[in-house]
């Protein structure tokens, strides 16, 4: 869940814990269950757009099945132009006297790049699990 919806939900939740159960004990009790019933709802999201991955992962069809490896080989080109062709090629039109090549917005680049990267722990940890056989 988003943290910045997260934080207010959590402090109503405890306010209210408060007014309803003076005893701390109670209090901690209830506090527990309320993060337990949140840490489920987010569990489920996950699981839910995990199936719908691997259902996309499965189709046959190259819309359906391949934008996930298109975004990762752009990623990778724009990646690949950003740290070595780009300076390179810089470096030869100074010397050359030709006009420099563009620049690529790598800000933009290295956040999807990097969401990609993060969701790819995922398959690494359904491999040592062994949930792949």
Not at 22 to 39: G, I, S, T, V
Not at 76 to 104: D, E, R, S
Request: aromatic share 10%.
């Amino acid at each position: 869940m988003n943290p910045l919806i997260l934080a207010p939900i959590l402090e109503v939740g405890k306010s209210l814990l408060d007014r309803w159960f003076p005893d701390p004990a109670e209090k901690a009790r209830a506090e527990a269950q309320m993060l337990q019933m949140l840490q489920e709802q987010e569990l489920r999201k996950v699981l839910a757009q995990l199936e719908v991955n691997a259902k996309e992962a499965a189709s046959p069809h190259l819309f359906v099945a391949g934008w996930r490896p298109f975004i990762g080989w752009s990623c990778g080109a724009g990646f690949l132009w950003a740290t070595i062709g780009q300076p390179v090629f810089t470096w030869i039109a100074a010397a050359k006297g030709w006009p420099a090549p563009p620049a690529i917005d790598a800000e933009v680049l290295m956040y999807v790049l990097g969401g990609m990267l993060g969701l790819g722990t995922l398959r690494t940890y359904e491999k040592a699990k062994g949930a792949t056989k």
